[in-house]
Antibody
Framework: EVQLVESGGGLVQPGGSLRLSCAAS????????MSWVRQAPGKGLEWVSIIYSGGDTYYADSVKVKFTISRDNSKNTLYLQMNSLRVEDTAVYYC???????????????WGQGTLVTVSS | QSVLTQPPSLSGAPGQRVTISCTGS?????????VHWYQQLPRTAPKLLIYGNSNRPSGVPERFSGSKSGTSASLTITGPQPEDEADYYCQSYDTSLGYWVFGGGTKLTVL
C-alpha cells in the first residue's frame, strides 16, 4: 500500500529555516517523480517543487532560490529545505507522487496528510 | 489569481447534474495539456478524482466524469451525494510558467 507521511512542520520566525520530510512506503521514491504542493489557510492548492527520478529539480517562481527539494534513497524519504521564510509561506505542505498519463502529462496520484508550517513573529 | 479559472462555488441536489468548469489559456489547457481533478474533503488531503481529462482511478464512483475541449475542461457529478460536499480542484501544466498549476478550487454544496 502506498503511503506518504510528512513531518517537520511547526512555528518559525520570519527569515528562519525549516526542513520538511516525507517518508514513503509501498514504492521507491527515487524511481518516481515526487512533488511538494502547499495550501495557505483557507486558500487553494499551489504547486511548489518537483524532483524527477533522474534528479532534475524544478520550482515555482514564488520559492525559487529559497527552497530546495531533495531525497534520501536509503531512507526512501523526500525533503524540502525552506530558507528565508516569510509570512506568506505559511501553509500546509503536502508531498505527492507524480504519475504520467497516456499523453505523458503528469498528475498527482498519492498525497500525504500534510504538515503545517506557520511563519510568524 | 489562479492560472486555471474555476467557479468559487456551486450547489446541487441529489438527482441533479452538477458541472464544474476549468478554463485555462493558450499556454496551458489550450496548448493541449491534459486536465486532472482532485477532491478535497474538509480537513483532509486532496485525493485524485480524474486524470488525463476523463479517466477515473479505481475506487472513484461512476457518478464522477471529466471532459476537455479546447481551453476548457469540466468535471461532472451526476446525482451528487451528501458525501460529495468538498472542494474540487483542476490541475494542468503551463508552458509559459514551466510548471504545474491548479485552479482556484470550487466548493460544492449538496442541497
Amino acid at each position: 500500500e502506498v503511503q506518504l507521511v510528512e513531518s517537520g512542520g511547526g512555528l518559525v520566525q520570519p527569515g528562519g529555516s525549516l526542513r520538511l520530510s516525507c517518508a514513503a512506503s509501498g514504492f521507491t521514491v527515487n524511481n518516481n517523480y515526487m512533488s511538494w504542493v502547499r495550501q495557505a489557510p483557507g486558500k487553494g492548492l499551489e504547486w511548489v517543487s518537483i524532483i524527477y527520478s533522474g534528479g532534475d529539480t524544478y520550482y515555482a517562481d514564488s520559492v525559487k532560490v529559497k527552497f530546495t527539494i531533495s531525497r534520501d534513497n536509503s531512507k526512501n524519504t523526500l525533503y524540502l529545505q525552506m530558507n528565508s521564510l516569510r509570512v506568506e509561506d505559511t501553509a500546509v505542505y503536502y508531498c505527492a507522487r507524480a504519475r504520467r498519463d497516456v499523453n505523458n502529462q503528469y498528475f498527482f496520484d498519492y498525497w500525504g496528510q500534510g504538515t503545517l508550517v506557520t511563519v510568524s513573529s | 489569481q489562479s492560472v486555471l479559472t474555476q467557479p468559487p462555488s456551486l450547489s446541487g441536489a441529489p438527482g441533479q447534474r452538477v458541472t464544474i468548469s476549468c478554463t485555462g489559456s493558450s499556454s496551458s489547457t489550450g496548448a493541449g495539456y491534459d486536465v486532472h481533478w482532485y477532491q478535497q474533503l474538509p480537513r483532509t488531503a486532496p485525493k485524485l478524482l480524474i486524470y488525463g481529462n476523463s479517466n477515473r482511478p479505481s475506487g472513484v464512483p461512476e457518478r464522477f466524469s471529466g471532459s476537455k475541449s479546447g481551453t476548457s475542461a469540466s468535471l461532472t457529478i451526476t446525482g451528487p451525494q451528501p458525501e460529495d460536499e468538498a472542494d474540487y480542484y483542476c490541475q494542468s501544466y503551463d508552458t509559459s510558467l514551466g510548471y504545474w498549476v491548479f485552479g482556484g478550487g470550487t466548493k460544492l454544496t449538496v442541497l
